[in-house]
């Protein structure tokens, strides 16, 4: 099926030959040379000849005497009937040759794909002669079973010089009409002036002309700048006499004896153009130059009556294409619908009267029509207005500023933190454990003074095997080192290393996981291979993105980076399967391989095993990964700071470990982080493998509900080790919080904002009320149950953070919005 709207037909007159050239689509064209038939003008000049002497009074062409139509001395009534018949005969002939088979058929193919109501026929006739036939009743589809109402003929002109301005849809309140009533005598313009106002409900009406005794210098003057005034139009309508001219795009008599041509009126409609006219309807004769040159300008549709019109059809006419227009039809369906009633209803009384109505329109034009007063009030209202355009423009620009993101996301994870508080929601999930996941063995500063050592940094290996020895020995199974051990320190290397073995080649081994990470250079920096070998040891990377989440890959290509938490947690869970696989010493296998293997192959066996540990939420999203090319972070999962430190992870020092000191009985299944907690680790300031907890408020605020006295430098640092245990509870528990963008809730309180404006600024001042108090109770009421509903989202399984800020922002400026403007008003 395709969307199609338009051929394009020129016609060309060389001596005997008509050169039809149809055109459509992406520069597809077809021509056809057809003969003329010789006795078609013949036809068109009796039946012309016969018409005229039919309605030989009240032309609205040249003036003729006023009276009643004399009865003829013949029936010009049946030789008219007659005329018509024998003429539009050899014209449907014609048009129906062989010839033109290919062009017909063309436009039948199109028209039967085509999925809008209407195909439209554009009919440009280079010779005058052409010009003359009524090419609007070429029945087309009528050998292809086609309904022929639904391909339209429509005019347009040879010369199309002017720019078309379309409007359609930012018209005001109700369009604006000019009506210019020009010499009436032997004229009655009463029954026009009735249908025109009776679009009261619908257009803004202006009436001027003649008058006697008008001064013809100052009419002149007043229809120049009536037509081009500032306010401009929407429609120009005239009614009265009119010719047509060689030089001059045509005459109109505007009062006895005093005609305006368009070449004169030319610089006044252009600039109406310019001001939003968009039809010109002339309810008088012989218009077709005039219609030719008004699109020349750059007029979108003119209507126009091709031969001289009988003062009594054109009563008949106008108030007919009035009322199809009022009922919200474009132009040209109501052109057809007020020539089908001359044709079906009062064909008897005006024969041949159908035949003269055509459109004349820009190709490039959208179809004038009127719409609902409150729908385009509405509508004008859609378009943002400059201080709109500025202030959205900035919320929308500040939404995708990352640092202004992070800033307004801790910002309401510390609001999360509150609620969670004040509501007594401090548990983590619905389903909670007793203890915390992880145990975070942090070597301190009274750590170092106790065990004696002289320069902590890098850590003494053989302090590390120490506390190696007595988490084995307290049978913990998961052990993470969050220090990077790519330096030689001799003896003490051989040393750890021995404790690693020993605890990896016991009854129930236990899983090693390192830290790697790149430096500056590049360089990878890992463990030591006489320290921990890579075929029974496991090394994620230990780099972290302050506020986020580090995902785990979706794929198994050994090119995917593991992060440290993820492996500490994927180490864990391995652990549930009866038959886990297991680090051995004599393994030739790089470990996380063959734990990668053993994952993807177990996942369609336990699928329920593994759903929190490669769910969809742990993989980057295709959202995601495109929003990083944008240099955004959409739908990245965060950290929830708004869990309390206490239900994440216990800490303890690591002398109270060696002393046997407040170790909690089971390790089994505790996740053990070794990690530092002293200047010399970087904590003294922030950087490295640490971060000072004013980036993240919440934590802060945690601390200070724990311990308010404590302003130390190191509590005022959220360390590695910490940022590594929330990430591991996280996936642990599948806690992953998705952020909502805050650019994809601008956007949508931009439209209910928008919405609410419009019911404001519309319903309510409509009905003169005040906005002011209904506004203000409504956007605090939307604003309060949108931010409770927020917080408790957040909290809920769903997960999901709805950001408060910019979208409140948004949606008070448009309310504020809709208060200001109706202070202005009043």
């Given amino acids: 099926m395709m969307n199609f709207t338009a051929f394009y037909l020129t016609i060309q007159q060389v001596e005997k030959l008509c050169l039809f050239q149809l055109s459509w689509g992406q520069g597809q064209n077809l021509s056809v040379n057809v003969a003329y038939p010789e006795h078609l003008t013949k036809l068109y000049q009796e039946w012309q000849k016969i018409y005229l002497s039919f309605y030989n009074t009240a032309l609205r062409g040249k003036v003729a005497n006023m009276g009643s139509l004399p009865t003829p001395p013949i029936d010009w009534h049946a030789r008219l ?90 018209y005001p309140s109700k369009a604006r009409i000019l009506v210019i009533l020009g010499d009436d005598t032997g004229l009655n313009f ?118 001289p019109i009988h003062n009594q059809v054109a009563e008949v006419f106008l108030p007919r294409f009035l009322q199809a227009l009022s009922e919200y039809k474009d132009v040209h369906e109501s052109l057809i619908s007020a020539a089908q009633y001359l044709k079906v209803e009062k064909n008897f009384t005006y024969p041949s009267a159908y035949l003269i109505p055509c459109l004349f329109r820009h190709p490039g034009s959208e179809l004038f029509l009127l719409q609902p007063a409150f729908i385009n009030q509405a509508i004008q209202k859609l378009i943002p207005n400059r201080r709109e355009l500025i202030v959205v423009s900035i919320l929308l620009i500040i939404s995708l500023l990352l640092p202004v993101q992070q800033f307004l996301l ?26 915390p996941p992880v145990l975070l063995i942090e070597i301190d500063e009274d750590s170092i003074r106790k065990a004696k050592i002289s320069n902590p940094k890098p850590i003494d290996r053989k302090y590390l095997a120490n506390l190696i020895d007595k988490l084995t020995a307290n049978q913990a199974k998961i052990i993470g080192i969050d220090y990077l051990l790519d330096r030689h320190q001799g003896e003490s290397d051989r040393i750890l290393a021995n404790s690693i073995k020993t605890a990896v080649k016991s009854a129930k081994p236990t899983w090693f996981v390192f830290a790697g990470t790149a430096n500056q250079d590049g360089q990878w920096l890992r463990v030591l291979p006489n320290i921990a070998d890579l075929n029974w040891s496991l090394e994620g990377e230990i780099e972290i993105l302050p506020g986020y989440m580090q995902l785990i890959p979706e794929d198994n290509s050994q090119s995917s980076i593991w992060s440290f938490s993820g492996l500490l947690t994927i ?256």
């Avoid at 391909?151 to 347009?156: K, M």
């Avoid at 801790?410 to 203890?435: D, F, K, M, S």
């Avoid at 060696?658 to 070794?674: S, Y």
């Fill in 190 to 307: 009463e029954s026009e002036k009735q249908a025109i106002a009776s679009l009261k409900d619908y257009a803004d009406v202006k009436f001027i002309g003649w008058q006697p005794n008008k001064n013809i210098d100052y009419l002149k003057t007043e229809i120049v700048q009536t037509i081009s005034c500032q306010n401009g139009w929407d429609i120009l309508f005239f009614a009265g006499h009119s010719n047509e001219t060689n030089l001059t795009g045509g005459e109109l008599g505007i009062a006895p004896g005093v005609a305006l041509s368009i070449s004169q009126l030319e610089p006044a409609l252009i600039t109406a153009k310019d001001r939003g006219l968009q039809c010109a309807i002339f309810n008088s004769c012989n218009g077709l130059s005039i219609a030719d040159k008004l699109i020349d300008l750059g007029i979108s549709q003119v209507a126009v009556m091709r031969e």
């Fill in 571 to 826: 180490s864990h869970q391995l652990q549930q399967f009866p038959n886990a696989l297991q680090p051995k010493l004599d393994s030739q296998q790089d470990f996380s391989l063959q734990m990668r293997n053993f994952l993807y192959s177990q996942k369609e066996n336990q699928p329920n095993m593994l759903t929190s540990l490669i769910s969809k939420r742990s993989h980057s999203q295709p959202i995601t990964t495109l929003s990083y090319s944008l240099h955004q972070m959409w739908m990245h999962p965060i950290i929830d700071f708004s869990i309390s430190p206490q239900a994440i992870y216990k800490n303890i020092p690591a002398w109270q470990l060696l002393e046997d000191q407040n170790i909690p009985h089971n390790l089994q299944d505790t996740i053990v982080i070794v990690a530092a907690r002293y200047e010399e680790a970087g904590l003294s300031y922030p950087g490295e493998d640490n971060i000072s907890i004013s980036n993240f408020p919440a934590i802060k605020y945690w601390r200070d509900q724990e311990n308010p006295i404590n302003q130390s430098k190191i509590s005022q640092i959220l360390t590695g080790g910490e940022y590594h245990a929330y990430m591991v509870h996280h996936l642990l528990t599948n806690r992953l919080v998705i952020p909502i963008p805050d650019f994809w809730m601008v956007g949508i309180a931009i439209f209910i904002g928008k919405g609410l404006n419009l019911y404001l600024v519309l319903y309510l001042v409509s009905r003169n009320k005040s906005p002011q108090l209904q506004s203000l109770i409504l956007v605090t009421i939307i604003t309060g149950i949108y931010g409770l509903i927020s917080l408790q989202v957040y909290i809920s399984a769903t997960a999901i953070l709805l950001p408060c800020l910019l979208p409140s922002i948004t949606l008070w400026f448009y309310i504020l919005s809709a208060i200001s403007e109706k202070k202005n008003d009043e």
């Fill in 81 to 170: 009937v007659q005329a018509e018949a024998q003429f539009l005969s050899v014209f449907h002939h014609w048009l129906r040759s062989a010839e033109l088979f290919d062009i017909r058929k063309q436009i039948a193919q199109v028209s039967k794909q085509n999925q809008t109501p209407y195909l439209d026929i554009f009919i440009a006739c280079i010779t005058p002669d052409l010009a003359k036939l009524p090419w609007e009743v070429w029945e087309i589809g009528t050998e292809f079973a086609l309904d022929s109402s639904q391909i339209r003929i429509v005019r347009t002109a040879t010369n199309r010089r002017g720019t078309v301005i379309n409007t359609q849809g930012k």
């Fill in 410 to 435: 801790q910002r309401r994870i510390l609001l999360q933190a509150i609620y969670r508080q004040l509501t007594g929601q401090v548990a983590a999930t619905v389903a909670t454990v007793e203890t």
